[in-house]
């Protein structure tokens, strides 16, 4: 296992140190040490599928956000379809991941991709996490939004009632996760990393190392499958 990795283990084996409990977003108490562990899975479902096996082996469930709409995967893809269902086998939950897009209806947006994942997993989506928030922030109002048969992880009991920490663009905001306010009271937070910044295999690197590694992964992938898919006398 990577060094990266162990760092994202030894995160999860603290906070068990301290009595924290892995929960849903569907069955946690505000005022107890229970940990809503969150994965926005803009990148890769492989790299996804990685983290959901080290969780699973550390006894501990969370939910993944997948991005239906992301240009850097395929959810249909054969090799992706199978990871989804070993997460949810696992134990995991599958959620939709959605893009905020100008004059769309939201709501239909979210049924259409539920209704994706669900055909896909065979589980029932109940969550939305939007993709990056706070790029739409000064258009959409996320807090006060509501969705017909789903809950979505910016609402308030999810995101000011209790705590919350991030790591978005390789960085934690909202302070460090054992630092955080939350944590030093024994009460619930909102635990949302990408695994992307927790699964690299070349050490240590900066958040754009990591983007480098995945492009130059992502460009021999293309390269393979092109070969395969058009037989115009390849000299690479």
């Known amino acids: 296992m990577n060094v990266i990795t162990e760092k994202y283990i030894e995160i999860l084996r603290k906070f068990k140190e301290i009595g924290y409990e892995a929960r849903s977003f569907h069955e946690f108490c505000p005022s107890k040490s229970h940990l809503l562990i969150r994965h926005d899975v803009d990148v890769s479902i492989e790299h996804a599928h990685k983290i959901a096996t080290i969780e699973n082996e550390f006894g501990w469930t969370s939910v993944y956000f997948i991005l239906l709409s992301s240009p850097f995967y395929n959810t249909l893809d054969p090799q992706n379809v199978k990871r989804l269902r070993e997460m949810v086998a696992m134990g ?18 979210a049924e259409n991709e539920a209704t994706i994942l669900q055909n896909i997993t065979g589980q029932k989506v109940k969550l939305i ?17 509501r969705f017909n048969g789903f809950h979505h992880t910016y609402e308030k009991r999810f995101f000011h009632d209790i705590g919350y920490i991030s790591d978005s663009r390789g960085a ?65």
């Open 92 to 109: 995991h939950e599958v959620a939709v991941h959605l893009e905020i897009e100008a004059n769309v209806n939201l709501q239909q947006k």
């Open 172 to 236: 934690w905001h909202y302070g460090r996760p054992l630092d955080h306010h939350s944590v030093k009271n024994g009460t619930a937070l909102q635990f949302l990393t990408h695994p992307i910044w927790w699964t690299s295999n070349e050490g240590e690197q900066t958040p754009r190392d990591k983007l480098q590694i995945f492009r130059q992964d992502l460009d021999i992938q293309l390269l393979e499958q092109m070969k395969l898919n058009f037989d115009v006398g390849w000299d690479l």
């Open 129 to 145: 996490s939007f993709h990056r928030p706070s790029a739409n922030a000064a258009e959409f109002n996320f807090e006060d939004y």
